[in-house]
């Protein structure tokens, strides 16, 4: 019994001198080093972004410009991003919500899994230890998503879309705002966009 109530006392205990001594350690870390470090992620992010929006980011559907331009607006209210900027005359479309939109927050979760250690490996030779305090920091971000849409007579048409992030608040972490989405993230909201698109499309080629 004595045990158990010792334990009980001393465990809280041990996890506050744990988060004291990690929070003493993240003041180890100079700010070039925590630039550094960022700068490797987004070196390597931006290159996995490349690669997925050369593999998915454009594709070619059967439809009219207009078909297709309102089957986007439509897809990404759909997915939860607000309108910013539109011009069908041009084919532009921008928009924009709260990362992590247009993931879920089971998607989020899933993707986080899937990165962050892939990001706490590139900043191992540079910050040590203490990679395993940085994460993935969506509070404060916007995810910003813009389309083109471009016809490709005689009856089809391409739209292209990209991905960024953009700061609304600073970080908590002291650590530099990254410059691209974790790769996961990326990936998994080009394809949302996409399917949600063709089930738009397919409504509205139904409707007229």
Known sequence: MFN????????PLRHLALSVLLIVLA??????????????????????????MKESGTTV?????VQ???????????????IETQDSRDGYLRVAAP???PLTGEEWQRAR????????????????????????EPEGLDIVINVTTVPKPPDSVELSIS???????????????R?????????IGVAKIWSQFDTELTRIKASQ
Do not use: H
């Open 4 to 11: 158990v109530e010792v334990n009980t006392v001393l465990l």
């Open 27 to 52: 003041g180890c870390v100079s700010p070039a080093e925590k630039r550094r470090a960022i700068d490797e992620v987004n070196a390597d992010f931006r290159q996995a972004y490349e690669q997925i």
């Open 61 to 65: 559907f059967n439809a009219t410009e």
């Open 68 to 82: 297709a331009f309102a089957a986007m607006k439509a897809c990404l209210k759909k997915l939860g991003m607000a």
């Open 99 to 101: 990362a992590p939109k």
């Open 113 to 136: 899994e899937t990165d962050l250690p892939r990001m706490r490996t590139i900043v191992k030779e540079e910050i040590g230890f203490m990679r395993w305090l940085m994460n993935f």
């Open 163 to 177: 991905m960024r992030m953009r700061e609304v608040a600073p970080p908590k972490s002291g650590y530099p705002r």
């Open 179 to 187: 410059e691209y989405a974790p790769p996961t993230a990326v990936r």
